[in-house]
């Protein structure tokens, strides 16, 4: 496959002053094989930023979360720079042992379309429609792709999405909706390879993990060990 490019679409504003992206890209100098380009999309890129490639790409939809990570992934993809493979990274996830992109494996989710059936809340009635879609095209998942870990695609992947309005609430999860147009079947439960932080006060296991991910409500829960863990400026930092 070649050299791996790591490509982390960045929200606007961090509470934490960007140490989510800190800790995700000393993480990628430490453990990802083969590391070639690391790209932020981004028009708010934070200035200590080194040694990586920008594409300022802004954040459109205020509230919709996920169709800003459409747009800038989508947008990635067609970047004749980006190479053909790419490992999708969020800011707020880290590696925690050596990562070959081409030996990686699909992490699910183990909730169902029954587990957001009739919530109100905004992302599950994303979820709901993108369970929805799939099923449309006569593909029906038990469980969702949205591990909150990298994920490893090709750019001709997201040829998959031209003519699907994402933008229209409640919109689509995209891991989820492109891994299922892809028929990619889950090999790993996220519980098995992801240390897990969001808003938890329970200790977080790192043993084993293949990841951390967290959101904000859990960033502080993992900060220690992820300083522990991370202690030196990655390359990307000046």
């Known amino acids: 496959m070649g050299k791996t490019d790591i490509v ?4 606007n504003g961090s509470p934490f002053d ?3 992206l800190r800790f995700a890209l000393r993480s990628v100098e430490k453990y990802v094989q083969d590391l070639n380009t690391v790209w932020i999309l981004s028009d708010c890129a934070p200035a200590w930023l080194k ?8 954040d459109r939809h205020k509230h919709n979360k996920d169709a800003n990570l459409f747009d800038k992934l989508i947008f990635a993809a067609k970047t004749p720079e980006v190479s053909d493979t790419f ?8 590696f925690l042992q050596p990562f070959d992109a081409e030996k990686a494996q699909a992490v699910f989710n183990q909730r169902g379309p029954m587990s957001f059936a009739a919530s109100p809340h905004k992302w599950h009635r994303r979820m709901t429609a993108t369970f929805s879609l799939l099923e449309q095209r006569g593909i029906c998942l038990p469980y969702n792709f949205d591990a909150h870990v990298p994920v490893v695609y090709r750019k001709v992947d997201f040829k998959l999405l031209e003519g699907i309005d994402y933008a229209t609430p409640p919109g689509y999860c995209i891991n989820t909706l492109l891994c299922g147009l892809l028929q990619r079947r889950g090999v790993l439960p996220q519980g098995m390879v992801k240390a897990h932080a969001e808003g938890s006060t329970a200790e977080v296991d790192f043993t084993g993990k293949l ?6 409500g859990g960033f502080p829960l993992i900060r220690k060990k992820l ?12």
């Open 8 to 11: 982390i679409p960045l929200g």
């Open 18 to 20: 960007n140490w989510e």
């Open 51 to 58: 040694n990586v490639r920008i594409l300022p790409v802004p």
């Open 87 to 94: 490992v999708f990274l969020s800011d707020d996830q880290a």
């Open 211 to 216: 990841y951390a991910g967290y959101n904000n």
């Open 227 to 238: 300083a522990e863990l991370f202690p030196e400026k990655s390359r990307f930092e000046s």
